[in-house]
């Protein structure tokens, strides 16, 4: 599904990503650890075209996206979900949702896909015509996902999913996340909640100072407290304390 290799990106003089490779295999969810300033979002943004890759290439579906333009990629099946979701706080839940399906021009297909979304996030549904700045934390979480859903991704990357959520929150978003998996999206979710992201991915990458230190599987990073301790600084006696 996603192939990604020796990929490098910099800002300047700053290499906040160096030579990484990795794989994302269709229908997987995929986890990627590591402190802040590791170079995380500095990767989703270059696979999805926000940023300029400065070495290596990213390649979705066998089409090669390396310097593809962000909207292009979207229209191939790759869409982001980005950290601080990022809704635009003025406009209703509605239209929040029609901004996720701009790229596309079916409109029975848009109309259905929302009618989706809202069996899905039945929030949604009650708050459609609300600003979207009058939902709660979780609540616009929701939007925010249901909203790059209506580009109707294959890979669906989220940045830092539980970001400020209070921990009954978290859960429902990471019980959201497995359950878009049962319907054949594939998953690559960079977090800082280590644990709980561990308990839900199939496979593993840790990023450290712009390169990669680990990839596994996840039941081989939780089971091990050496590993747990050497790549992100708790073990399983503190799994809910997530390297930041």
Known sequence: MLVIDQLSVSYGAIKA???????????EIVALLGPNGAGKTSLISAIIGLVPA????????????TRRRTED??????????????????????????????????????????ERMLAMFPILR???????????????QQLAIARSMMSRPKLL??????LGLAPKLVEQIFGLITELRTQGLTLLVVEQNAYDAL????????????????SGRSEELLASDDL???????????HAGAAS
């Open 126 to 140: 009650e708050r459609f015509a609300s600003r979207a700045q009058t939902l709660s934390g979780g609540e616009q």
């Open 73 to 114: 990629i979207v229209r191939l099946g790759a869409t982001v979900t980005p950290e601080g979701r990022h809704i635009f706080a003025d406009l209703s839940v509605g239209q929040n949702l029609r901004l996720g399906a701009a790229t596309r021009r079916d409109r029975d297909g848009i109309a259905a896909d929302t």
């Open 199 to 214: 308990a839900m991915a199939d496979r593993a990458y840790i990023m450290n100072s712009g390169r990669l230190q680990f």
């Open 228 to 238: 747990m301790e050497l790549y992100l600084g708790t073990g399983t006696g503190v």
């Open 17 to 27: 990503v160096r030579e990484v490779s990795l794989r994302v295999e269709k229908g």
């Open 54 to 65: 400065s070495g290596g290439r990213v390649v979705l579906d066998g089409v090669d996206i």
């Open 157 to 162: 990357m989220l940045d830092e999913p539980s």
